[in-house]
C-alpha cells in the first residue's frame, strides 16, 4: 500500500486539518475542550453510532443507535441546546 503524507491526507479529505509537530499538543487540548463542551447524552449516542458503524453489517445493533437518538431529542439538554442556540449563548449542559 502506499503511503501519503498529512498534506494530501488533508487534500483528499481523509483528515480535515494538519498542524505543525510543535502545534500538535494545543490543537489536541483545543480539540478534545470542543468535543466535551458538547451534550454529554450526545457524545454518549456519537460514541456508539460510530462504534456499531464500523462493525460488521450483520453485527450492528441500530435498534440501539436509534434509542440513543432518540433519548437525545427527548432530553433536556436538547431543549438547553436549542434555546442558547435561539438565544445566542453558550448551552449549560447537565446530562439529562
Given at each position: 500500500?502506499?503511503?501519503?503524507?498529512?498534506?494530501?491526507?488533508?487534500?483528499?479529505?481523509?483528515?480535515?486539518?494538519?498542524?505543525?509537530?510543535?502545534?500538535?499538543?494545543?490543537?489536541?487540548v483545543?480539540?478534545?475542550?470542543?468535543?466535551a463542551?458538547?451534550?454529554p447524552?450526545?457524545l454518549?449516542?456519537?460514541?456508539?453510532?460510530?462504534?456499531?458503524?464500523?462493525?460488521?453489517?450483520?453485527?450492528?445493533d441500530?435498534?440501539?443507535?436509534e434509542?440513543?437518538?432518540?433519548?437525545?431529542?427527548?432530553?433536556?439538554?436538547?431543549?438547553?441546546?436549542?434555546?442558547a442556540?435561539?438565544?445566542?449563548?453558550?448551552?449549560?449542559?447537565q446530562?439529562?
Amino acid at each position: 500500500a502506499a503511503q501519503i503524507d498529512a498534506m494530501e491526507a488533508q487534500r483528499i479529505g481523509l483528515v480535515n486539518r494538519t498542524v505543525a509537530d510543535e502545534a500538535l499538543s494545543d490543537a489536541v487540548v483545543d480539540l478534545a475542550r470542543t468535543i466535551a463542551d458538547n451534550a454529554p447524552l450526545a457524545l454518549a449516542a456519537a460514541k456508539l453510532a460510530i462504534d456499531q458503524a464500523v462493525r460488521t453489517p450483520g453485527t450492528r445493533d441500530l435498534a440501539a443507535v436509534e434509542d440513543a437518538a432518540a433519548r437525545c431529542f427527548a432530553s433536556a439538554d436538547y431543549k438547553e441546546g436549542r434555546a442558547a442556540f435561539t438565544e445566542k449563548r453558550a448551552p449549560r449542559f447537565q446530562g439529562r
